[in-house]
């Protein structure tokens, strides 16, 4: 078997593996019910190890031709550049709450770990890959030791009563939820839109801000 076609397993051995280390990022992802899963993460970091390789070596035949210049990162920087419009689809901001930024971060990390392998880096591409995944599986919030104190914009339409605003504040603290800022607008019909920007206690679950006013009958919607 001549050198050349040695060479050419060499580079599908790299896309292989670069593959396989993005399908390992995804899968956990995918635990997670995330937008983009194994698929998605395999094939960025498949397709960045094909563009680096062909970057690197596509272009072998016209080396040295006179008034040829070649820059291999030049390519390298477009797939960078690329793998933003993607990790920008996958971010969402509602109200106060920003979902999808972990996996847009994981997917432009798993182009870098396509790129590293493709350029023939495979140790560095696979400890990056296996570090990765530690630190999205340790580090998630769902863990006792990540809860923190998050932000929380709760919005509701409550009849314009004497001691409406009080009978929020009372219940907020009651429940040791700090009031960030609060915005109060008058509509028609006798009734108030209270928009409230809170601060949640460490591991206290959103959905109880529904239980803490669903017993008054003076609300009539209730949005988190």
């Known amino acids: 078997m001549n050198h050349y076609i040695l060479i050419q397993f060499e580079y599908i051995a790299r896309i292989i593996t670069a593959g396989f280390c993005g399908a390992l990022i995804g899968y956990e992802r995918k635990n997670r019910l995330k937008e983009a899963g194994i698929r998605t993460h395999f094939i960025v970091a498949l397709a960045s190890a094909l563009i680096i390789i062909v970057s690197k070596y596509g272009f072998n035949d016209i080396v040295g031709t006179p008034g040829i210049g070649l820059d291999p990162a030049r390519v390298a920087a477009q ?85 409406s605003i009080e009978y929020i504040e009372g219940k907020f603290k009651k429940s040791n939820i700090e009031i960030i800022n609060m915005n109060i607008k008058r509509l028609d019909g006798d009734w108030l839109e209270v928009v409230i920007y809170t601060k949640l206690p460490k591991g206290y679950k959103k959905t109880n801000l529904l239980k803490l006013f669903s017993d008054n009958p003076l609300i009539e919607t209730l949005e988190i």
């Not at 530690?134 to 580090?139: F, G, M, Y």
């Not at 769902?142 to 009849?159: G, Y």
């Open 79 to 163: 797939v960078v550049s690329g793998i933003g419009f993607l990790g920008a689809g996958l971010i969402f901001i509602r109200n106060q709450s920003v979902s999808g930024l972990t996996t847009a971060a994981g997917i432009w990390a798993t182009a870098g770990t396509g790129l590293a392998i493709g350029s023939g880096l495979y140790l560095v591409g696979i400890v990056s890959s296996i570090i990765i995944v530690i630190v999205q599986i340790t580090l998630h919030r769902d863990r006792k030791w990540m809860k923190l104190p998050t932000a929380e914009q709760v919005s509701l339409k409550i009849s314009n009563k004497a001691d």
